[in-house]
C-alpha cells in the first residue's frame, strides 16, 4: 500500500527508487507504468493523464522492465529483443522499420553477437542485458526498471548502468528501483525515499541519501561517504 | 545492417513460411491419398466410384483434416496462453464438456430420433463447460485459476458421464456412448462437414490472430501489458476459439486424444519456440496427424472396429515417449 505519494521524474535524469523490502517500490514503478490503478491520485506523462493513452501508446512511451527476468519459452535472442517492437506495429519478426531499432538495442548493450542464441544458453548477465535490449527497443522516452542489477557481477552491474547514464544523456527519463545505494548514490540524479509506503525524502541524490535519514527509513546504521572517489553506502549495523 | 545480418534476416523470415509449406504439401498429399484409398478401389470415373468420392470419402477426409486442425491449433494456443507444454483442449474442460453433451444427447434418445442432435449436444456441452470454466477462473487471475477451473469442470463432465453409462437401462445407448467416446469419422456426411464448419473456422480465426499476443506472454503477464497486450482479451480469444474449434471436433468425431499435446511439441522446435509461429503449422500439423491415422485406420482394418480416438492415442505415446527420453537427456546429459 502506497498513500500520499507525490514524485515528478524528469526528463535527462535517472531517478532512484529505494527503501526496505515492502516499502512500495515496485508497487510505485508497476503504478507509473500503467499496469496497477491507482485507487487514488493521478499519474501525467508529459502533463496528460495516464489512463487517457490507449495500451499501445503507453507501451510506445514507458518501456518497463520488472524485476523477474521471465522468457517462458526458449526463444532467440533476437525474437525477444524484437518483442519490443509491438506497441509499434504489433508484428513482431524484425521487419521493415523494427529492424534498424532492434540491431541498435541489441548493440548499446553489446547482445548484437547473441541473435541467433537461445535465451536458456545465455548467462543471468547476458539475459539481464537482453531484455534490457527488448526494453530500449520499444524506443520510448521513459524506461522503468525494478531493480535492474539484481543478480549481476559488479562490471556487469556497472555497465548497466553506463547505459543507463546514456539513454539518459540523450533526453530520456529513467526511473530505476535500487536495493543497492552505493549504486544509487553514484548514478541517480535524483532519489525518492520511500518507507512505510510514504515518502520519506526525494531531491537530488547527496541531499536524500543521508547517513540519518536512511538510518532511520532501513532502521539500521548506515554510514555515508566516498571511497576511491565514488560515492558509498553500508550498513553499519542493525536496528538503526 | 551488414550482409550477414541481412542474410541471417532474410533466413529468418524463411524458416516459417517454409515448415507451413512443407506442412501444407503434406496435408495435400494425404487429402488425396484419403481420397483414394477404401474397400472399392477408384479406378475410372463411373457413377457408382463419383458417389463413393462425394458422399462418403470427401465428407470424411474433410472431416479428418477439419479435426485435427481444431485439435492441433487450439494445443498449440492453449500452451502459448497458459505457457505450459502440457496444456491442450482437455485441460481447459472442453472436450469433458463436449463429451457430456453428446452423452446426454445419445442417452435421452434424442441422438436417435434426430440425426444432428448428436452433434448439436456436443457443441452445446462445450460452450456450456467453457462459460463456467471462464465464469470460475474469474478475472485476472492468469493461467492457474484457468487450469484449476478446467481441472474441476473435466471431473465433474467425466463423473456425469460415467453416471449416465451407470444408470443406463439402454445396452445400445451404452455401447454407443462408449463407441462415440472413442472417437471415430466413419459414416459422417457433408452434412456434419456444413455442421462444423462454421465454428471450428471461427474459432480458428479467433486463435491465428492472437500469435503476437502469445509472443509477449512469453515475458510475463506485466510486460506483455506494457507492449500493449489487453489480456481479458487474449483470454477469451484462446479460450472461446478452442471451445469453439474442439467442441465442433469432439461434436462430430468423438473424442480424440493426444492430437492438441503432441502436435505443438513435436512442432515447436521447428517454429523457433516462438508461439505465434507455432499456431498454423499445428493446425496443419494436427490435420495431417489426424487425416494419416484415419488412413492407417482404414487401411488396417478396413471393417473399422479400431477406433481413430485409440489410434491417435496409440501413435501419439510413442512419440511423447520418446519426447520423455529426449528432454531427460537435455536435462542430464
Known sequence: MLSGVTIACEPGRITGLVGPNGAGKSTLLRTLAGLLAPAAGRISLDGTPLASFDRAEIGRRIAYLPQERIVHWPLSVHAVVALGRLPHARRPGGQGDDAPAIAQAMAAVDVAHLAERSVSALSGGELARVLVARALAQAARVILADEPTAGLDPAHALGLFEVLQRLAAEGRTIVVALHDLSLAARFCHDVVVLGEGRVAAAGPAPETLTAERLSQVFRARMAVGTLGGVPVVVPVAPGG | ?333
Do not use: C, K
Open chain 2, 1 to 333: 545492417m551488414t550482409r550477414s545480418d541481412a542474410a541471417i534476416d532474410s533466413m529468418r523470415r524463411s524458416r516459417a513460411p517454409r515448415l507451413v509449406l512443407q506442412l501444407g504439401s503434406l496435408l495435400l498429399a494425404l487429402m488425396v491419398l484419403s481420397l483414394l484409398i477404401g474397400p472399392t478401389g477408384v479406378g475410372l470415373p463411373s457413377q457408382a466410384a463419383g458417389l463413393i468420392l462425394a458422399e462418403i470419402r470427401l465428407p470424411r477426409t474433410l472431416l479428418a483434416a477439419m479435426v485435427g486442425g481444431a485439435l492441433g491449433l487450439s494445443g498449440a494456443a492453449l500452451q502459448g496462453y497458459l505457457r505450459n507444454p502440457l496444456a491442450e483442449p482437455g485441460v481447459i474442460g472442453i472436450s469433458g464438456g463436449a463429451g457430456l453433451g453428446a452423452v446426454i444427447a445419445i442417452h435421452s434418445g434424442a441422438a436417435a430420433a434426430f440425426s444432428l442432435a448428436l452433434p448439436l449436444g456436443g457443441l452445446a456441452g462445450a460452450l456450456g463447460a467453457t462459460l463456467i470454466v471462464l465464469g470460475l477462473a474469474g478475472g485476472p487471475g492468469g493461467a492457474l485459476t484457468l487450469i484449476l477451473a478446467g481441472v474441476a469442470v473435466s471431473s465433474v463432465t467425466s463423473a456425469l458421464i460415467s453416471g449416465v453409462l451407470a444408470v443406463s437401462r439402454n445396452p445400445f445407448a451404452s455401447v454407443e456412448i462408449v463407441y462415440w467416446l472413442l472417437g471415430s469419422l466413419a459414416d459422417r456426411s457433408l452434412t456434419h462437414v456444413w455442421l462444423s464448419a462454421p465454428f471450428i473456422l471461427a474459432g480458428s480465426a479467433l486463435m491465428l490472430r492472437v500469435g503476437p499476443s502469445l509472443d509477449a506472454l512469453a515475458l510475463g503477464e506485466d510486460v506483455a501489458a506494457n507492449l500493449g497486450i489487453a489480456h481479458e482479451r487474449l483470454r477469451r480469444s484462446v479460450v472461446a476459439g478452442s471451445a469453439l474449434a474442439v467442441g465442433a471436433a469432439t461434436a462430430v468425431a468423438g473424442t480424440i486424444g493426444f492430437v492438441g499435446l503432441v502436435v505443438p511439441h513435436l512442432l515447436r522446435p521447428l517454429a523457433g519456440h516462438q508461439p505465434s509461429r507455432l499456431l498454423l503449422p499445428s493446425a496443419l500439423g494436427g490435420a495431417a496427424l489426424v487425416l494419416s491415422a484415419d488412413i492407417g485406420l482404414r487401411l488396417v482394418t478396413p471393417a473399422g472396429e479400431l477406433r481413430l480416438g485409440v489410434v491417435t492415442a496409440l501413435v501419439g505415446t510413442p512419440f511423447f515417449l520418446w519426447l520423455v527420453v529426449r528432454t531427460r537427456r537435455e536435462l542430464h546429459p
